[in-house]
């Protein structure tokens, strides 16, 4: 996911609060950026501290390629597919079961269940990344029958005991298409409930705005960035958003070629390759968890299926950049966008 900041430089003189901003590169595999207005760098490392502490945590339970002592996490429960339950954190059980909410609302076009499939695209992309002139395509057969280990039903979930359990030993679990955005926002939440009041936090890009920028109520400025790749181009749009969240997802990220042909990280469950319709999704509402996962949702739908379904949401806006370059946009994205 990818969206950029638009950053002002830091108050002077004696105007009050000042703009503070940290960056982390250690969580989710991608950087953090936390900015904030404070009265002073030491309140501003307060928040930052707590901020970065929580959303170390999610990254830790939500891992699926590394183990933590101490720790059952999402790549513990993998490694136990098809063998036993795992005991896990609460906030395990939270995600699986969100992200189950959105496979059904979506008609399953989020699935964190599709692990054996991605797993499959992470292996030839990164291969094809490390030597492009070897770079392939896995073979159909190989993805079919990976696909046949895909139902999200057979991750079984036992709340009184607090175990997760994969009834499929052949399948696994990739809470990419979710996770950034779900911890973002919990890490939001705790943030505000802790007396953050006004401050951005983008993990990858899955940016999450908190009240106002200034006391004034001025809004903040978030940029959609250009999909097109190979260079610097100007933001598509600037929006001006408070408490609220925007999540874009792009064929730009994490990609590989083929004979010429550029294959992204979104994967159609229904053909078992990248979505082909669009070069970036946007998706604005007051959630990052829950835009997160409908950027991607929608990604695997075409457009007017896509349109419809973010319309039929309460508070949803969305944004497409169309594969021959056109735009769409839900009914009132256009109201956030601003003014020249």
Same mark, same amino acid.
């Given at each position: 996911m990818?969206?950029?900041l638009?950053?002002?430089?830091?108050a002077?003189?004696m105007?009050?609060?000042?703009? +503070?901003?940290?960056?982390?590169?250690?969580?989710?595999?991608? &950087?953090t950026?936390i900015?904030?207005y404070?009265?002073d760098?030491e309140?501003?490392?307060?928040?930052?501290r707590?901020?970065y502490d929580?959303l170390?945590?999610?990254?830790q339970?939500y891992?699926?390629y590394?183990? +933590?002592?101490?720790i059952n %996490?999402? &790549?513990?429960?993998?490694?136990?597919?098809g063998?036993?339950?795992?005991?896990v954190?609460?906030?395990?059980?939270?995600?699986l079961k969100?992200? &189950?909410?959105?496979?059904?609302?979506t008609?399953?076009?989020?699935?964190?269940?599709?692990g054996?499939?991605?797993r499959?695209?992470?292996?030839?992309?990164?291969r094809g990344?490390?030597?492009?002139?070897s770079?392939?395509?896995?073979?159909?057969?190989?993805?079919?029958e990976a696909?046949r280990?895909?139902d999200i039903?057979?991750?079984?979930?036992?709340e009184?005991?607090?175990?997760?359990y994969?009834?499929d030993?052949?399948?696994?679990i990739d809470?990419?298409?979710?996770?950034?955005g779900?911890?973002t926002e919990q890490?939001?939440?705790?943030?505000?409930?802790?007396?953050?009041?006004?401050?951005?936090?983008?993990?990858?890009?899955?940016?999450?705005a908190i *009240?106002?920028? %200034?006391?004034?109520g001025?809004?903040?400025?978030?940029?959609?960035?250009?999909?097109e790749t190979g260079e610097?181009?100007?933001?598509?749009?600037?929006?001006d958003?408070?408490?609220?969240?925007?999540?874009t997802? *792009?064929?730009?990220?994490?990609?590989?070629t083929v004979d010429?042909?550029? +294959?992204?990280h979104?994967?159609?469950?229904?053909t078992?390759?990248?979505?082909?319709? +669009? &070069?970036?999704?946007?998706?604005l509402?007051?959630?990052?968890?829950?835009a997160d996962?409908l950027?991607t949702a929608?990604f %695997?739908?075409?457009?007017?299926?896509?349109?419809?379904?973010?319309e039929?949401?309460?508070?949803?806006e969305g944004?497409?950049?169309?594969?021959n *370059?056109g735009f769409r946009y839900t009914?009132?994205f256009?109201?956030y966008?601003?003014?020249?």
């Amino acid at each position: 996911m990818s969206v950029l900041l638009l950053l002002n430089t830091a108050a002077c003189g004696m105007r009050k609060p000042v703009r +503070y901003e940290a960056t982390f590169l250690q969580l989710f595999d991608t &950087k953090t950026t936390i900015i904030a207005y404070t009265n002073d760098k030491e309140e501003f490392a307060a928040h930052s501290r707590l901020i970065y502490d929580t959303l170390s945590e999610y990254h830790q339970l939500y891992d699926i390629y590394n183990s +933590y002592e101490g720790i059952n %996490n999402l &790549k513990t429960v993998n490694d136990n597919a098809g063998r036993a339950p795992v005991k896990v954190d609460r906030r395990i059980i939270d995600l699986l079961k969100f992200s &189950k909410q959105w496979h059904d609302k979506t008609d399953g076009k989020v699935n964190v269940a599709y692990g054996a499939v991605l797993r499959i695209w992470h292996d030839y992309r990164q291969r094809g990344m490390n030597d492009p002139d070897s770079a392939e395509l896995p073979p159909v057969d190989m993805l079919a029958e990976a696909a046949r280990h895909t139902d999200i039903n057979r991750i079984i979930i036992n709340e009184a005991e607090s175990t997760v359990y994969l009834a499929d030993p052949e399948m696994s679990i990739d809470v990419g298409a979710i996770a950034k955005g779900y911890a973002t926002e919990q890490a939001s939440r705790i943030a505000m409930e802790a007396g953050f009041t006004s401050g951005l936090i983008s993990v990858g890009g899955n940016v999450r705005a908190i *009240g106002s920028k %200034n006391a004034q109520g001025h809004p903040w400025n978030v940029g959609i960035q250009n999909p097109e790749t190979g260079e610097k181009l100007p933001d598509l749009h600037i929006l001006d958003i408070m408490d609220a969240s925007l999540v874009t997802s *792009g064929i730009y990220e994490r990609y590989y070629t083929v004979d010429g042909i550029d +294959y992204h990280h979104i994967i159609d469950p229904d053909t078992l390759f990248p979505s082909t319709d +669009y &070069k970036s999704v946007s998706i604005l509402c007051r959630d990052s968890g829950m835009a997160d996962a409908l950027s991607t949702a929608v990604f %695997n739908m075409d457009i007017d299926q896509a349109v419809e379904f973010i319309e039929g949401l309460p508070e949803v806006e969305g944004f497409w950049v169309l594969k021959n *370059g056109g735009f769409r946009y839900t009914s009132h994205f256009e109201d956030y966008i601003r003014e020249p």
